[in-house]
């Protein structure tokens, strides 16, 4: 699976967005299947770059959210193709993929937290932002 060529790998050329899906489907196909209990919308990927409200000098993007919907419209996962471009410029394939796990895994955390009524994962991102914006002295 995959394809990559070796020009791909020495040049660090990014994942095409239809890669990208390739390698969330790999992913999603490892996971147990109790991690899509109640995730009745399953995980999206989006083409789009998403800033976080939270930056500064449009130089934070959010690679990927949970969402739990109000009013039982549903839960899901979103991948941010386009802020997953920007993040990535210059790593190797494998760097990539790897970010792309540690993303998707991240916000099935907060998918298994917001069932058990917990926020740990929160208040890390939280912290996260807060080193963010002590670094552009704020």
Do not use: W
């Amino acid at each position: 699976k995959g394809g990559y060529s070796m020009e791909k790998i020495i040049n660090h050329q990014l994942l095409t967005y239809e890669e990208v899906r390739e390698y969330l489907d790999e992913i999603a196909e490892e996971l147990p299947e109790d991690f899509y209990k109640y995730l009745n919308g399953g995980v999206l990927l989006q083409e789009s770059a998403q800033i976080s409200s939270h930056a500064l000098h449009q130089d934070l993007f959010t690679l990927g959210t949970y969402t739990n919907a109000p009013a039982g419209l549903g839960r899901y996962i979103t991948i941010y193709y386009g802020s997953f471009e920007k993040v990535c410029a210059g790593k190797s394939v494998k760097e990539q993929k790897e970010m792309l796990h540690e993303v998707l895994l991240h916000e099935f955390t907060h998918h298994f937290e917001s069932l058990a009524g917990l926020k740990g994962l929160e208040v890390k991102d939280e912290q996260f932002l807060h080193n963010y914006y002590k670094q552009q002295g704020k």
